[in-house]
C-alpha cells in the first residue's frame, strides 16, 4: 500500500480502512459466532449422549410433536427472509419498507418463542420436567438456550426499529442492520441443525 | 479508534448518555477505555491476587511441612487447595497475560487502540466483578472445595457431610454455585477480550504490518485469543450444567438417574487441556522477544517459530483425555491419546530449539529479562519433558493423582509461564511507566526464585515417585516423604522471599526514577519507537512497516553490520508528515458503562443461591442494571 495514499485517505474520513478491509464490528460479529458454535456443540454433543437415557420418563418419540415444531420451524426461517429483506430496503434507504420488514421478523421470531413455550407446557403437562432424565435435561437446555439467543435477536430487532424512528438508522449506516442480520441467521442456521438432530432422527 | 476528526463537530450536544471526558485523576480509572490503563489495572489486580493465591500456596506448604500437620483441618483444605489453583490460573496468569495483550497488542502492530475499547474496559471490569465475587465466598460460608477440576459426582454430593457441621448440603451448594458462577463470569471476560483482540490483529494493523511480519508476541496473543474464543463457551456450557445439578438436581452427573460423572471430565478438560496453552503461549510470545533483543539476533526460525504456535493451537484441541487415562476409556482411546500428545511435544520442541539457535552465537546481555527468559526456556524443558513421561499410559497410570503431577505442571505453569511473565514485566517496565527497574536487585529476584522454585518443586517429582498422593491435608511419619516435604516448604518459602525483592525493587527504584528513555534495550519492535509512557494516541505518526524488527533495520540500515542510526520515535519516511504531535488525534471518549454492565452480572449470580422472592429480586437486579448498561453502551455518542 502507498504509504501517502493511506495517511491522506486517513485524514479525510472519520473511520479509516482496515487492513482487511471488513469493518471491526462486521468482523467481531463474525468472530463471535465462531464462538457460539461451539457453545451450541457442545450442548448438542450432550445432547446425542443423552438422548437415549430417557430412564422413566418419555421417550422422543412419543413426546415430539413433530408437524407442530414443523411449522414453527418454517416461521422461523421465514423471519430470516423478511430480515434479508430489511437490509435490502435499509440499504436501499427506503425505511418505510425496512419498519415493516424488520418488524415482521420481530415478529416472527416472537410467534417462534411463543410455539416454544407453548410446546414446553404441554410437555410439562405429559411429565417431562427438566429434571426427569438426562434425556429431557439436555432438551431443555439446548432448546432454552437457542431460545434465549431468539429472544436476544427479537430485542436487538424491536431496538433496531425503535432507533430508526428517531431517524438514526438510515442507508449510511445499514452496516447495523447487517451484522444484527448476521446473528439472526445465525440462530436461525443453528435451529435447523438443533430441528434435525432432535426432531428429524428418530431415536427411541 | 484511530479517527482523526475535527474536535468541534464532537462538542455539538449533550444528551443524557453523555460520555466522561476526564483522563486523568482516580476516578479517570473507572472509566477509562484506553488499552494502556486497562493494561495496568489488569496488570495490578492479577499481581494481588498473584500474592493471594501465593500465600494460599504458603498455607499448603506449612501444613505439609512435617507429618500430621495442624494448621488447617480437611474442610479448610481443600478450600485453600482449590482455591489457590482456580487463584492462580484464571485470576493471576490469565490476567497477567492479558495485561501484556492490552498494553503491547496495540502497540506492537502500530494502531492507537484495539478494535472494541469499551469492550476491553468491560472484559477488565467482569474479571474483577469475578474475583471479587469468588473471593466473597470468604464471608458467607466457605470457599469452593473440589478442586480446580471439580471432578462429577464429588460436585454434586459433596464431602463428607458430617464434616460440615450442620447445613451441610446446603454450604456445599453454595461453595459449588460460587464456582460454577464465578467462573461463569471470569468466562465472559475472557470472550469478550478474545474477541476483541482477534479483531485488533486482523484489522487495526499498521500499513506495511504483514501478518508475517507481526512479533511473535502478536502471533502467540493471536492464538491464545483462538483457544479462549473456543475453549470458554465448552466451559461455559459445563458450568451451566453444573449450577443446575446442584441447585435444582438436574441429573447431568447423576450416575444414579442416567447421568454419566464422565462427561463432566470430557468437557472440563476439552476445555481445561486448551486452557494450559491459553496460560503458556503469552509466555512463550514474551520469551520470543526478549531472547533476540539480548542476543541481538533476530528470532531464529520466524516462521517455525509462528506455525509450532499455530500447531500447539490446533493440536491442542485433540490431547484432553491424556488427563483421563484412569478413567477406563479403553485401549484405544487411551492409545490415540498418548500419540497425540506424544506429538504436541514436536512443536513445542521446535519452540525450545529455536530460542537456542536465537541465542546460539549471539552477543548475550544478561539483564534481568534474559534471565528470566532462559529460566523459562530451561524450566519449561524439564516440565515439558516429564508431562512426555505423563504420555505414556502405564506410567501415566502409575502418576496419576500423585505429586509427580503437581510437580510437572508447576514447572511449566511456574518455570514456564511466571518466569516468562516476570521476564515481560522487567523487559517492558521501562516502557510503560519511563523509569528503570534495578537490574542487581532484579538478579537477586530471579536467582532466588529460581532456587527456591527448585527446591519446592524438584522434590516432589520424588514425592510423586514414591506415591504420595495429591490433595491430602496430612501424612503419617514414616512414609519416607518427610525429608523431601520438609525441602519443598523451605523452597517455598524462598520463592515468596523472591516476590519481596521484587516488591522492594520496585518500591526503591520508583524513588530513583532512572529515567528509560525510549529505548532502553536496543530492542527490535515498534513499540519501543515512542516515547515512555506512551502518549494516549500512542503514535504522533502511525509507522509503515517494511520489515520484520522494524524498528532494529531503522536503526542499522545494511545487512553487514553498518550500523546507521536514525533518533528512536522518528519515522525516515514520514518526516514530511510530522509536526502535529497528536494534536487533532481524537481518542476514544472515557465510559460509565462497561464497569456497570459488569457490575450487574455478580449481583444476577448471587440470585441463584436463593429460593423464591430472593432469587427472583437478585436476578432483577442484576439484570436491570446490565440491561441499564447495555442500553446506556449502545445509546451513548460513540466515537468507536
Redesign the interface.
Known sequence: ?A?DA??AK??DV???E???G?S?PK??MW??I???C??F???IS?YL??VG???DGPTPVSIFDIPFTSVSTFILLMSSLAMVLALAAVQAGDMRRFRIWILATALLGATFLSGQFYEFTIFVAEGMK??T???T??FY?LTSFHGLHVAIGVLMLV?LWATSMGGRIGPQNSEVVENIGLYWHFVDIVWILIFTVIYLIPVG | MTAIADPTKAVARRPFFARPTATTGPWSWFTTVDHKKIGILYGVTAFTFFIVGGLEALLIRSQLVRPNGTILDENLYNQIFTMHGLTMIFFAVMPLSAAFFNYLLPLMIGARDVAFPRLNAFSYWVFLAAGLFLYSSILFEGMPDGGWFNYAPLNIIGPDPLSLAGAGPQIHQARMLYYSMGLQIAGIASLASAVNFIVTILNMRAPGMTLMRMPVFVWMTFVTSFLLLFAMPVIGIALWQLMLSVRWEVPFFDATNGGDPVLWQHMFWLFGHPEVYILILPAFGIVSEILPTFARKPIFGYAAMVFSGIAIGFMGWGVWAHHMFTVGLGPVANTAFALTTMFIAVPTGVKIFNWIGTLWGGQLRFKTPMLFGIGLVAMFTIGGLSGVTHAVVPHDTQQQDTYYVVAHFHYVLFGGAIMGLFGGVYYWWPKIFGWMLDDRLGKVHFWTMLVGFNLTFGPMHILGLNGMPRRIYRYDAGMGWDLWNLVSTVGAFLIAASILVFMRNVASSRRQKVPAGNDPWDARTVEWMTSSPPPPHNFDEVPVITSRDELWHRKYAGDDGEKVPVPAGASQDHGEHGGHEGHGIHMPDPSYFPLIVAAGMPIAAYGTFYEGPGMVILLAIGGAITLFGIFGWVLEPTAE
Open positions: 500500500m504509504t493511506y495517511t486517513e485524514a472519520i473511520h479509516p482496515t487492513a482487511l471488513i471491526n468482523l467481531g468472530v463471535f465462531g464462538s457460539e461451539l457453545f456443540g457442545a450442548m450432550t449422549l443423552y437415557r430417557t430412564q427438566v429434571e432424565s438426562p434425556f435435561s439436555s437446555m431496538a
